[in-house]
């Protein structure tokens, strides 16, 4: 599959940011740009990102659980919005990863 280029959005319909990137045993990885966060969503996605930096499996399945009940979305192609599961944001890159809901 070539590249994708898809705006990730938040539950209230606020753009999360440009997803660039492309798929790859059905996730698809890339960058985030132009992030627009909420500040405590940024903080959560901080905090991810320091859990999985530093290895603290604890903390991070509380953090998965957390992230996966955003109920994130993607607007495909046809400007359809579809649901996005495994989300995962590093904000230090930018770097993202999902998968999408069946």
């Known amino acids: 599959m070539g590249d994708s280029k898809w705006k990730i959005y938040l539950p209230n319909g606020d ?5 660039y990137g492309r798929e790859m045993d059905g996730v698809y990885q ?3 740009q132009e992030p ?5 969503l940024a903080k959560l996605f ?8 530093g ?15 955003l109920s994130l979305s993607v607007e495909v192609n046809s400007g359809k919005l579809t649901k996005v599961s495994d989300f995962q944001y590093f904000p230090n890159d930018n770097a993202c990863s999902f998968r999408i809901s069946s």
């Open 15 to 19: 753009c999360f940011g440009i997803f």
């Open 30 to 32: 890339g960058m985030v």
């Open 36 to 40: 627009d966060i909420p500040e405590q």
């Open 46 to 53: 901080a905090k991810f990102e320091e859990c999985v930096n």
């Open 55 to 69: 290895q603290v499996l604890s903390s991070l399945d509380m953090i998965c659980e957390e992230i996966n009940g």
